[in-house]
T-cell receptor, first 109, second 114 residues
Framework: GQNIDQPTEMTATEGAIVQINCTYQTSGFNGLFWYQQHAGEAPTFLSYNVLDGLEEKGRFSSFLSRSKGYSYLLLKELQMKDSASYLCAVLDSNYQLIWGAGTKLIIKP | EAQVTQNPRYLITVTGKKLTVTCSQNMNHEYMSWYRQDPGLGLRQIYYSMNVEVTDKGDVPEGYKVSRKEKRNFPLILESPSPNQTSLYFC?????????????FGPGTRLTVT
């Protein structure tokens, strides 16, 4: 079966750095997405990786290793507004999105 | 403003009473889909549509119907709702399907079936 694994919950301190990991086992791979979802709101797009390596976008970076079936989202200079769930999703060989359950990130002052 | 709208945002209903959740997008997107989100589970796709009059089942289509008569609208129909359909529902759209980078999500519809 297809599977996306992410930690259920993480806690970090305002101003610090946090890394949210995602491992996947899917039938094929056509890209990996990260979305941010604040409580009670819709998911919003953060990043897309299809090649190995690091993609940086402001305070957020996303890394992909296809050989290891692994990605991480790195958040720097954490702000209270970064408290949210972070969803990892993989596009499989049929171009269907497989979603992880999400990682709830709690930021403490 | 580019957006996906859903109505209603909140709905409490009883088992067996037919309901429709509307979804509309103003970005001229080809691809639209419906998801449900339940605690501890990832988003699960119910149905999707690559274009007008073209719809396909997602991972959890049982108990749901959709139609795509116009490009902008993609309503979700529950003919006979049951309590296990209590969930948070999201409509999403993108230009050419999930491979076109990002999907735009509606604000969500929280459905409770008693």
């Amino acid at each position: 079966g297809q599977n996306i694994d992410q930690p259920t919950e993480m806690t970090a301190t305002e101003g610090a750095i946090v890394q949210i990991n995602c491992t996947y086992q899917t039938s094929g791979f056509n890209g990996l997405f990260w979305y941010q979802q604040h409580a009670g709101e819709a998911p919003t797009f953060l990043s897309y990786n299809v090649l190995d390596g690091l993609e940086e976008k402001g305070r957020f970076s996303s890394f992909l290793s296809r050989s290891k079936g692994y990605s991480y989202l790195l958040l720097k200079e954490l702000q209270m507004k970064d408290s949210a769930s972070y969803l990892c999703a993989v596009l499989d060989s049929n171009y269907q999105l497989i979603w992880g359950a999400g990682t709830k990130l709690i930021i403490k002052p | 403003e580019a957006q996906v709208t859903q109505n209603p945002r909140y709905l409490i209903t009883v088992t067996g009473k037919k309901l429709t959740v509307t979804c509309s997008q103003n970005m001229n997107h080809e691809y639209m889909s419906w998801y449900r989100q339940d605690p501890g589970l990832g988003l699960r796709q119910i149905y999707y549509s690559m274009n007008v009059e073209v719809t396909d089942k997602g991972d959890v289509p049982e108990g749901y119907k959709v139609s795509r008569k116009e490009k902008r609208n993609f309503p979700l129909i529950l003919e006979s709702p049951s309590p296990n359909q209590t969930s948070l529902y999201f409509c999403a759209s993108s230009q050419e399907g999930p491979s076109s980078y990002e999907q735009y999500f509606g604000p969500g519809t929280r459905l409770t079936v008693t």
